[in-house]
């Protein structure tokens, strides 16, 4: 049993140096990156320019982040503030404006987007009528987005609310409150 405790505490130091590896590698291309922030092995980034990361920032493996110019001004698109913590299979679509706070915390395979496919053309296949900006999202301080749940575009999460999982978030969600569902209602305010 000591062995294997021992076998396990160097496999998870080996994880941590290869995080801390692959974090070295990436920050670079941010158009900002935070004192003691790191980025999980097999993120995806699009658009990395236009992605602000603060202090302290966690970003978990096989994350997926797709950062547009859609405003075409160069300035980044997805905001992540300090001390927020992104989990595994997250994907942010930032085609404008997404703004995480600080202290958020995403849970794993969670969406969050500002735009959307098009699909008004019913000749076209909707994979070649392209997407479009459908509004900012906004995660304000201290909130918890649970475990598979979507945050679609327009929606501002409310400081220190928390979204339920596998809910479907299609309008605001006021400060301390606790929303789930499909559509997400509220179901808990503190």
């Not at 291309?29 to 790191?38: D, I, P, T, Y």
């Not at 927020?84 to 958020?104: H, K, L, P, S």
């Not at 201290?142 to 928390?162: D, E, K, M, Y």
């Amino acid at each position: 049993m000591k062995a294997m405790n021992s076998f396990c505490a160097v496999l998870g130091l080996i994880d941590r140096a290869m995080t801390l590896c692959y974090t070295l590698v990436r920050r670079n291309q941010f158009a900002s990156w935070g004192r003691g922030s790191r980025i999980g092995r097999g993120a995806k980034i699009v658009g990395p320019q236009l992605v602000h990361i603060g202090n302290g920032v966690t970003i978990g493996e096989q994350v997926w982040m797709n950062a547009k110019d859609d405003r075409r001004d160069g300035a980044p698109t997805l905001h992540i503030g300090d001390g927020t913590y992104i989990g595994r299979f997250v994907q942010i679509n930032a085609w404008r404006n997404v703004a995480i706070g600080n202290d958020v915390l995403v849970a794993d395979r969670v969406l969050i987007s500002d735009a959307d496919h098009n699909y008004s053309n019913t000749d076209i296949p909707i994979r070649r009528q392209g997407d479009s900006f459908c509004g900012e999202v906004i995660l304000r301080e201290g909130c918890w987005i649970g475990i598979g749940a979507v945050i679609l575009p327009g929606v501002t999460i409310g400081r220190n609310s928390v979204v339920g999982a596998n809910a479907v978030v299609t309008k605001d969600v006021p400060d301390c409150v606790v929303v789930g569902g499909i559509p997400a209602k509220i179901i808990k305010q503190f």
